[in-house]
């Protein structure tokens, strides 16, 4: 039996209530089904063993029976052992070596030694911007890890040497040893059972069956079970880096990632996937030419926007992360953006290979959105011309409702932008009152663009138009998402979960 979200937050609730009631026991709790996990699957193992046993121990005697019964029970034990050794793929990356970038390799070192941590195995550039560490059991469930640290290129871009080094210890931090050890066990444990039970259900094996019916019952309730542990590492995690480098150092590299996540993904990222329209092959170098610096041409409102955002973001069960506001309420630090001089950010720790690494990411990332780029360079095309056909349309004879509203859609996609867009959907919803779709469009539009107006219009249409409250409600909450309205936004998302709910019980 699976879990849905309402039993799992249930369940998690009732393991923080017990966590700070009772320490031990919820210790105790956590630990016993961890160990359920790995009795589970020997007891099956074992189970099918027996039989085959029994099988080739009778087959002088039963013959054709034990015959049967060994095949019955072979091939499942078989596939079970297989499944308990399935083999999980390591992260993707461009390997480091110490021969490569010592510097890199010093810095870990040091605070690997000092954390007590494992022997990291393979330390791999990404072109992500992210960090992390990653344990793959070498035989499956029964464990022999390899340790793998992932950095993310553009992550090294945006710190300075001192935060960036905040960043390494506090996920080292998720492998050090000594009073934390038992605590970082679960939080990779939660990890590898997660990563396995996407494996498991890629399996179509019927001996694997057992395993995956159990996994179901199980991975959710383990999760939540362990959730305010895990929680809790992270906490831990953040005090590791504290310990090796500064509250300060910590407190600016997290306001970094947020600020500079958002950067990344509202300007960045979006201005260059733009150029397809324009130009039909990608000729760009976005990790070579990526610089944390750029964003100081931002104006500081939409920074000071994007942190005011990522600090009112509350804690969830969502993430076993904590909220930034939290994560720095608990350091006893402020939030501060303070991104690096040029050159003078952490990438300066891949000494001479940052360029060849650059150039790959650079290369692999051209051949990635090559067919994509090509696709949108093409459907630009398509769309102008069928802009330039539906103004002249316009001009000579008008337009009916549906020329009109795509008219509309084209003009805000390739033509004058979101003003003369915006305009005509207004003139639509007047010229057609009753049109749903008009004003659903107009609604679509103005909540989108962050204006109060959307908001009686949408719901208005939604509770007379069933068919249009998903795609309405989640508007809704989207609008009240990036205006920091926690109360309307939880409103809206039980709207939509009862909304699921309900079309789940009809089908």
């Given at each position: 039996?699976?879990?849905?979200?309402?039993?799992?937050?249930?369940?998690i609730?009732?393991?923080?209530?017990?966590?700070?009631?009772?320490?031990?026991?919820?210790?105790?709790?956590?630990f016993?089904?961890a160990?359920?996990?790995y009795?589970?699957?020997?007891?099956?193992?074992?189970?099918?063993f027996?039989l085959?046993?029994?099988?080739?121990?009778?087959?002088?005697?039963?013959?054709?029976?034990?015959?049967?019964?060994?095949?019955?029970?072979?091939g499942?034990?078989?596939l079970?052992?297989?499944?308990?050794?399935?083999?999980l793929?390591?992260?993707?990356?461009?390997?480091?070596t110490?021969?490569?970038?010592?510097?890199?390799?010093?810095?870990?070192?040091s605070?690997r030694?000092?954390?007590?941590?494992?022997?990291i195995?393979?330390?791999?550039?990404?072109?992500?911007?992210?960090?992390?560490?990653m344990q793959?059991?070498?035989?499956?469930?029964?464990g022999?890890?390899?340790?793998?640290?992932?950095?993310?290129?553009p992550?090294?871009k945006?710190?300075?040497?001192?935060?960036?080094?905040a960043?390494?210890?506090h996920?080292?931090?998720?492998?050090s040893?000594g009073?934390?050890?038992?605590?970082?066990w679960?939080?990779?444990?939660r990890?590898?059972?997660?990563?396995?039970?996407?494996?498991?259900s890629?399996?179509?094996?019927?001996?694997?069956?057992?395993i995956?019916?159990?996994f179901?019952w199980?991975?959710?309730?383990?999760?939540?079970?362990?959730?305010p542990?895990?929680?809790?590492?992270?906490y831990e995690?953040?005090?590791a880096?504290?310990n090796?480098?500064?509250?300060?150092s910590?407190?600016?590299?997290l306001?970094?990632?947020?600020i500079?996540?958002?950067?990344?993904?509202?300007k960045?990222w979006?201005k260059?996937?733009s150029?397809a329209?324009?130009?039909?092959?990608?000729?760009?170098?976005?990790?070579?030419?990526?610089?944390?610096?750029?964003i100081?041409?931002?104006?500081?409102h939409?920074?000071?926007?994007?942190q005011?955002?990522?600090?009112?973001?509350r804690?969830?069960?969502?993430?076993?992360?904590p909220?930034?506001?939290?994560?720095?309420?608990?350091?006893?630090?402020?939030?501060?953006?303070?991104?690096?001089?040029?050159?003078?950010?952490?990438?300066?720790?891949?000494?001479?290979?940052?360029?060849?690494l650059?150039?790959?990411?650079d290369?692999?990332?051209?051949?990635r959105?090559?067919?994509?780029?090509k696709?949108?360079?093409e459907n630009t095309?398509?769309?102008?011309?069928?802009?330039?056909?539906?103004r002249a349309?316009?001009?000579q004879?008008?337009?009916d409702?549906v020329?009109?509203?795509?008219?509309?859609?084209?003009?805000?996609?390739?033509g004058e932008?979101?003003?003369?867009?915006?305009r005509?959907r207004?003139?639509l919803?007047?010229?057609?009152?009753?049109s749903a779709?008009?004003?659903?469009?107009?609604?679509?539009?103005?909540?989108?663009?962050?204006?109060?107006?959307?908001?009686?219009?949408m719901?208005?249409?939604?509770?007379?138009?069933?068919?249009?409250?998903?795609?309405?409600?989640?508007?809704?909450?989207?609008?009240?998402?990036?205006?920091q309205q926690?109360?309307?936004?939880?409103?809206?998302?039980?709207?939509?979960?009862?909304a699921?709910?309900?079309?789940g019980?009809?089908?």
């Open positions: 039996m699976s879990m849905d979200r309402g039993a799992f937050e249930t369940l609730t009732r393991m923080e209530a017990l966590a700070a009631d009772n320490p031990g026991a919820y210790r105790r709790r956590v016993g089904m160990l359920l996990g009795a589970y699957l020997l007891l099956v193992a074992a189970g099918l027996v085959c046993a029994t099988a080739l121990a009778s087959i002088v005697y039963l013959q054709d029976i034990a015959v049967r019964l060994l095949l019955v029970t072979g499942p034990l078989l079970v052992l297989r499944s308990m050794w399935v083999k793929e390591p992260p993707a990356g461009e390997r480091l110490r021969a490569m970038v010592p510097e890199l390799f010093a810095m870990l070192e605070l030694t000092r954390l007590g941590t494992p022997p195995h393979e330390v791999l550039l990404t072109p992500d911007f992210n960090a992390g560490v793959v059991p070498r035989l499956g469930l029964l022999w890890h390899r340790s793998y640290l992932f950095i993310g290129l992550l090294m945006s710190l300075t040497v001192a935060q960036f080094q960043v390494l210890a996920e080292l931090g998720h492998l040893g009073h934390a050890r038992a605590g970082n679960i939080y990779r444990l990890l590898i059972w997660q990563r396995l039970e996407a494996a498991f890629q399996t179509s094996d019927w001996g694997a069956l057992p995956r019916a159990f179901k199980y991975i959710p309730r383990f999760s939540a079970t362990s959730f542990l895990a929680r809790a590492n992270e995690a953040d005090t880096a504290i090796l480098t500064s509250a300060r910590a407190a600016q590299a306001t970094a990632v947020s500079v996540g958002s950067y990344l993904s509202e960045y979006p260059i996937h150029a329209r324009e130009s039909p092959q990608p000729a760009f170098a976005p990790y070579s030419e990526f610089m944390a610096t750029a100081q041409d931002v104006p500081p939409e920074l000071q926007s994007w005011e955002t990522a600090l009112a973001s804690t969830s069960y969502n993430d076993t992360h909220s930034l506001a939290d994560r720095l309420k608990a350091m006893g630090a402020e939030p501060e953006f303070a991104p690096p001089s040029s050159g003078d950010s952490a990438e300066k720790l891949l000494g001479s290979a940052r360029a060849r650059e150039s790959a990411f290369a692999q990332w051209r051949e959105v090559a067919e994509s780029w696709q949108v360079h095309r398509t769309q102008r011309l069928r802009l330039s056909e539906l349309q316009a001009a004879s008008g337009l409702e020329k009109a509203a795509e008219l509309a859609d084209l003009e805000e996609d390739v932008g979101p003003v003369a867009s915006l005509m207004r003139a919803v007047a010229k057609y009152p009753d779709a008009a004003r659903f469009s107009l609604g679509r539009q103005l909540l989108r663009s962050g204006d109060a107006d959307g908001v009686p219009l719901e208005t249409l939604i509770e007379k138009e069933t068919h249009a409250f998903q795609a309405g409600a989640e508007l809704l909450r989207d609008y009240y998402v990036r205006r926690r109360e309307l936004t939880v409103y809206w998302e039980r709207r939509l979960a009862e699921a709910s309900r079309c019980k009809t089908h």
